[in-house]
Nanobody, 113 residues
Framework: QVQLQESGPGLVPPSQTLSLTCTVS??????????WSWIRERPGKGLEWLGG???????WSAPSHASRLSILKDNAKNQFSLHLTSVTPEDTAVYTC?????WGQGTQVNVSL
């Protein structure tokens, strides 16, 4: 059973960097065939794929976020993290990490003073 758990601050001031970590258990982030993603849902909006990486290490980011987004991997800790720079209140959302049919519970992040 693959389990994913997000962690990070629930409140980020505008213009700062939003950083979240996804801790994975039950599988390795280097597992062959696996693809790991960050997804968010903003109030009143649908699910929005932000970016991810394959087991090969190859990364992708949604074009609309590529300039602000980085995803880092820590194979030793079996974690991967999201870093979104220069956030605005429009980045307020529930952020979730995903691998195929497995989802974290999501974490609410509010961008506000």
């Amino acid at each position: 059973q693959v389990q994913l758990q997000e962690s990070g601050p629930g409140l980020v001031p505008p213009s700062q960097t939003l950083s979240l970590t996804c801790t994975v258990s039950g599988a390795s982030i280097t597992s062959r065939g696996a693809y790991w993603s960050w997804i968010r849902e903003r109030p009143g909006k649908g699910l929005e794929w932000l970016g991810g990486f394959a087991f090969t290490g190859v990364e992708w980011s949604a074009p609309s976020h590529a300039s602000r987004l980085s995803i880092l991997k820590d194979n030793a800790k079996n974690q991967f993290s999201l870093h979104l720079t220069s956030v605005t209140p429009e980045d307020t959302a529930v952020y979730t990490c995903n691998q195929g049919g497995y989802w974290g519970q999501g974490t609410q992040v509010n961008v506000s003073l």
